[in-house]
């Protein structure tokens, strides 16, 4: 049978405050295990909550940015459940008025085609603790630093049908979050991490499956892998005449399967009640319209300018805007030499693939926008080949000058001498009397591919620095 996939995903993204969302205390990542962690955080008695505004304000910036409803009046309430990081025995989160009501936003598929996706609602929570199992022997340690941190909790609709569309999904979320500047969207870190809802259902049925849900899986890789796994462990199910159990799973990364973590727990299990700490948070239509007005240059928007102004494909535009770092890293590459179309080539491909090589960020690029527009524009004027130029820029990467100190120290300029080229063509003309005699009795393609041999003569007798467009005026001319 042909099983269709039913996904919903929550994503749970810490923000970027720098205090908790009811304490003072800090929330920076990598701190000595419980020195961020306040009276509050730890729930000794007598100890209340004060709301983050921050927490708030990124919230709304959210919900504006996937055109979502925002609840102006929104309730705190209190998830009771025990986990050994969680002091209180309950967690302050938002159930039946978030802040964040229905929305949706587009994702671009690999395919080039695009899907909506709807967001149910997203609301403000903080988070647990962290238990840590590595360095103690037959115990665990609790780190509270990341207790009381924001998070906001965006659970979409059960739009998503595919392992592709998922991380599509995720990467678009991550990319706004960025460009919004409300997360870091480190997941490595856990600043966002992904539960994934999961069911079956014959395909064209309408009726949804029972589902599991796949917890805390913190790359999109893992993501990817996890949903692959576990279609195929409810597929097996399915069709040796089982049922599917609704349960909480983990995924294991080193084995790249799922197992069992408990069942899974539905709202009444939480036993929800409004928190009695906090009071209802109200906002009016000023308070959204300020941040309304402060929002930057969303991905989509950026992507539909680059497409308009710059004259990029759909798929180019995307992988620039992917990040407002790489977004401004292009256009400062096209200031500097003033073609956008060459300059989205070489951001795409010689720049985005030394990073991925060395597994830099674009802020750690040892080739600044200013320098790599340089370099682009010594190829548009003819100072060198485009091959040369990727000579140069790999010096430029391992820390070497500008390009131009470059191609003169090196004597690497482009021979564009019609004087010196016509030599060169005459010489390989000469040397290669056979091809030549091949040429004048071949085919329309016979001949371009032997016009191929003929230009690449000539580079290796200049070394490569023989001007391309000229050799090829110059063998046209010759040979005809």
Same mark, same amino acid.
């Given at each position: 049978?042909?099983?269709?996939?039913?996904?919903?995903? &929550?994503?749970?993204?810490?923000?970027?405050?720098?205090?908790?969302?009811?304490?003072?205390?800090?929330?920076?990542?990598? @701190?000595?295990?419980?020195?961020? @962690?306040?009276?509050?955080?730890?729930?000794?008695?007598?100890?209340? /909550?004060?709301?983050?505004?921050?927490?708030?304000?990124?919230?709304?910036?959210?919900g504006?940015?996937?055109?979502?409803?925002?609840?102006?009046?929104?309730?705190?309430?209190?998830?009771?459940?025990?986990?050994p990081?969680?002091?209180?025995?309950?967690?302050?989160?938002?159930?039946?008025d978030?802040?964040?009501?229905?929305?949706?936003?587009?994702? =671009?598929?690999?395919?080039?085609?695009?899907?909506?996706?709807?967001?149910?609602?997203?609301?403000?929570?903080?988070d647990?603790?962290?238990?840590?199992?590595?360095?103690?022997?037959?115990?665990?340690?609790?780190d509270?630093?990341?207790?009381?941190?924001?998070?906001?909790?965006?659970?979409? &609709?059960?739009?998503?049908?595919?392992?592709?569309?998922?991380?599509?999904?995720?990467?678009?979320?991550?990319?706004?979050?960025?460009?919004?500047?409300?997360?870091d969207? +480190?997941? @490595?870190?856990?600043?966002m991490?992904?539960?994934?809802?999961?069911?079956? *259902?014959?395909?064209?049925?309408?009726?949804?499956?029972?589902?599991?849900?796949?917890?805390?899986?913190?790359?999109?890789?893992?993501?990817?892998?996890a949903?692959?796994?576990?279609?195929?462990?409810?597929?097996?199910?399915?069709?040796?005449g089982? *049922?599917?159990?609704? &349960?909480?799973?983990?995924? !294991? @990364? $080193?084995?790249d399967?799922?197992?069992?973590?408990?069942?899974?727990?539905?709202?009444?299990?939480y036993?929800?009640?409004?928190?009695?700490?906090?009071? /209802?948070?109200?906002?009016d239509?000023?308070?959204v319209?300020e941040?309304?007005?402060?929002?930057?240059?969303l /991905?989509? $928007?950026?992507? =539909?300018?680059?497409?308009?102004?710059h004259?990029?494909?759909?798929?180019d535009?995307g992988?620039?805007?992917?990040?407002?770092?790489?977004? #401004?890293?292009y &256009?400062?590459?096209?200031?500097?030499?003033g !073609?956008?179309?060459i300059?989205? +080539?070489?951001?795409?491909?010689?720049?985005?693939?030394?990073?991925?090589?060395?597994?830099?960020?674009?802020e750690?690029?040892?080739v600044?926008?200013?320098?790599?527009?340089?370099?682009?524009?010594?190829?548009? !004027? +003819?100072?060198?080949?485009?091959?040369?130029?990727?000579?140069?820029?790999e010096?430029?990467?391992?820390?070497?000058?500008?390009? #131009?100190?470059?191609?003169?120290a090196?004597?690497l300029?482009?021979?564009?001498?019609?004087?010196?080229?016509?030599?060169?063509? !005459?010489?390989?003309?000469?040397?290669?009397a056979?091809?030549?005699t091949?040429?004048?009795?071949?085919? $329309?393609?016979?001949?371009k591919?032997?016009?191929?041999?003929?230009?690449?003569?000539?580079?290796?007798?200049?070394?490569?620095?023989?001007?391309?467009?000229?050799?090829?005026?110059?063998?046209?001319?010759?040979l005809?």
């Open positions: 049978m042909q099983w269709e996939t039913v996904i919903g995903l &929550e994503v749970h993204l810490q923000l970027a405050t720098r205090s908790k969302i009811f304490s003072g205390s800090a929330t920076d990542f990598g @701190a000595e295990p419980n020195t961020q @962690a306040s009276a509050v955080d730890l729930a000794m008695p007598g100890m209340l /909550p004060v709301l983050n505004e921050q927490a708030v304000r990124y919230a709304v910036m959210f504006l940015g996937i055109d979502a409803h925002i609840g102006m009046r929104s309730v705190f309430d209190r998830k009771n459940y025990f986990y990081d969680l002091p209180k025995g309950y967690q302050i989160s938002q159930f039946s978030p802040i964040v009501g229905a929305g949706q936003f587009e994702i =671009q598929l690999e395919d080039g085609s695009s899907k909506q996706i709807g967001i149910t609602r997203a609301h403000l929570e903080e647990a603790g962290k238990s840590l199992h590595e360095d103690f022997h037959g115990m665990s340690g609790i509270l630093n990341r207790a009381g941190t924001p998070l906001l909790e965006i659970v979409s &609709e059960p739009d998503i049908r595919s392992a592709a569309e998922a991380v599509a999904y995720l990467k678009t979320l991550h990319s706004l979050v960025t460009y919004l500047g409300i997360s969207g +480190n997941m @490595a870190e856990g600043s991490r992904c539960d994934i809802n999961i069911s079956l *259902r014959p395909m064209g049925s309408e009726k949804l499956g029972t589902r599991a849900e796949i917890k805390n899986v913190n790359s999109f890789r893992f993501v990817e892998r949903i692959r796994h576990e279609f195929e462990r409810q597929a097996d199910i399915l069709e040796s089982g *049922r599917i159990v609704q &349960e909480t799973r983990l995924y !294991d @990364a $080193d084995r399967e799922t197992r069992p973590m408990r069942s899974k727990e539905v709202a009444n299990d036993r929800y009640f409004p928190e009695p700490d906090l009071l /209802p948070v109200v906002i239509e000023q308070y319209a941040i309304r007005k402060s929002l930057p240059e /991905p989509a $928007d950026k992507r =539909q300018r680059f497409i308009e102004q004259q990029l494909s759909a798929y535009a992988v620039l805007v992917d990040s407002p770092a790489l977004a #401004d890293y &256009e400062q590459v096209v200031a500097a030499c !073609d956008a179309k300059a989205a +080539n070489w951001v795409q491909v010689e720049l985005r693939g030394q990073l991925n090589k060395n597994e830099l960020a674009i750690a690029s040892p600044s926008a200013n320098s790599l527009g340089q370099l682009i524009t010594r190829i548009l !004027d +003819n100072s060198i080949s485009g091959k040369i130029a990727k000579q140069v820029f010096a430029m990467w391992q820390g070497e000058d500008s390009a #131009d100190e470059i191609i003169e090196r004597g300029k482009q021979v564009s001498d019609s004087g010196a080229l016509e030599a060169m063509v !005459d010489q390989v003309i000469a040397d290669n056979a091809q030549v091949q040429f004048l009795e071949a085919d $329309d393609g016979k001949r591919k032997l016009v191929g041999f003929f230009v690449g003569q000539v580079m290796k007798v200049s070394k490569g620095q023989a001007n391309p467009q000229m050799v090829n005026k110059l063998l046209a001319e010759k005809k």
